[in-house]
């Protein structure tokens, strides 16, 4: 039979630990409903007895929410667990969850008590927490590094006083999956009463481990499993919500459990706690990561083309994204490319003309690192404003300074001969232009001259249109370049064959 398990989120308290992060109550309340639609089992709201914002945040949270189980957090101290309490009586569902440490390293030099003082406590404080609420959770803080053996015996007592939940915390993420999957395996083997409480796992991901270790607790027993949406939290921060969620989901033919998240508000709460906390998620972070379901190789994206499961082993849409993002860039392939057209509208494109956008795309793919559709709509319409060319553009070269005379020399091909001048002016546009008049033979007069950027960034695409008059008519041209002097010779140059064109100036 399938097995269910919880989702303990604390978000809002270790992940409020996260360095530089500090939530207001509404901020907290709207990270909080959105945990309730994501579904989680249990919302750690705060650390009542830590200031009076966090006891206000997790008595807002507890009358607030009302489909999930809120928790506070207490010391083993009478007045920890009265704060607590305060705070979370409220709740529909309401949950102390009171710890102290068991590593010799903590109880010697932080506590300094012995394991039996330290057991004593933990049971005394559990019972005394029990008198106000009924369901309590325990957690033996920094049991990553506690001995197996003391840990059993504080377990079993803290459950022989009433804890309904004991959490085992890597604190300081130091275990490997083998191991702490074992000491899950053997405090289920050793503890004579565990079937009386939920065994939760809380991973701190210091190794990166996080996942990884908590799937291992899953894997050997664990019926809870505690983290946090991006995984935030102190130092290297949780196991994160949606790595866990999408793991076992995915790999439902393995770990064959169940749990209540709705996993299409993944991305959601993703997003928002990104945005209220200003932690940004890193493009590569898995599941949430704005590359996480994006493709930029040619063949990849042939791949998901042609079938999805190629190279997705789960869907954008399952945890609440559109859909996939095909990266066009130098590896794609023309496959992608037409795809691409065709999704912004570009139906009635013949081969040829597909053909030759795909060359510019290559040529433009190879000096800037990623084509945006903007980039793409200016190729194309740049081709849609072609004329024949019975002037084509061979090479240009420019010198410029500002202590120089502008000089171009530019090269131009027609009917097979290439003819190159050099000229100056005022700018290494004007240069350009007396020269490409010089080769052309025509004394043209530029009567407007307009430069934008196609996109954002140091290699965007500029887009020169020219206005050019001879003889009373007046022609347009217009080029693209990631180089601007290169734009604004294709765009004269885009005049110049108008001219040649309409005016029929020079034959064919
Ligand atoms: O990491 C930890 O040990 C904790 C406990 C308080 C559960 O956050
Ligand atoms: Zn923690």
Known sequence: MEKQIKIFDTTLRDGEQTPGVNLNLHEK???????????????????????????????????????????????????????????????????????????????KHKLRMTEEQVLDRAAAMVRYAKKYCEDIEFSPEDAGRSRPEFLYRIL?????????????????????????????????????????????VHCHNDLGLAAANSLAALENGATQLECTVNGLGERAGNAAIEELIMAIGTRKDYFNV???IDTTQIYRTSKLVSSLTGIKVQPNKAIVGSNAFAHES?????GVLSEKSTYEIMTPESIGLTQNRMILGKLSGRHAFEERLKEMGYTALSKEEIKKAFEKFKALADKKKIVLDRDIEALIEEKVSQVPEVFELVSFQINSGNKLISTAVVGIKRNGVVTTEAATGDGPVDAAFNAMERVVGLDLKLEDYGLKAVTEGKDALGEVTVRVSLKGGIFVGRGISTDVIEASIKAYLNAINRIAIEKNEYGS
């Not at 914002?53 to 009478?78: N, P, Q, W, Y």
């Not at 309904?164 to 074992?182: A, L, S």
């Open 29 to 107: 309340l709207e990270i909080a409903a959105q945990l309730e639609r994501l579904g989680v089992d249990v919302i750690e709201a705060g650390f009542a007895v830590a200031s009076p914002g966090d006891f206000e945040a997790v008595r807002e949270v507890a009358r607030h929410i009302k489909k999930c189980t809120i928790a506070s957090l207490a010391r083993t101290m009478e007045k920890d667990i009265d704060r607590a309490w305060e705070a979370v009586k409220e709740a529909a569902s309401p949950r102390i969850h009171t710890f102290i440490a068991t590593s010799d390293i903590h109880m």
């Open 298 to 302: 040619g063949i990849h994206q042939h």
């Open 156 to 200: 079993e007592a803290v459950i022989k006083a009433g804890a309904t939940c004991v959490n085992i915390p890597d604190t300081v993420g130091y275990t490997v999956p083998h191991e702490f999957g074992t000491l899950i395996n053997g405090i289920k083997n050793n503890v004579t009463n565990i079937d009386k409480a939920d065994i939760s």
């Open 258 to 260: 169940n749990h209540s």
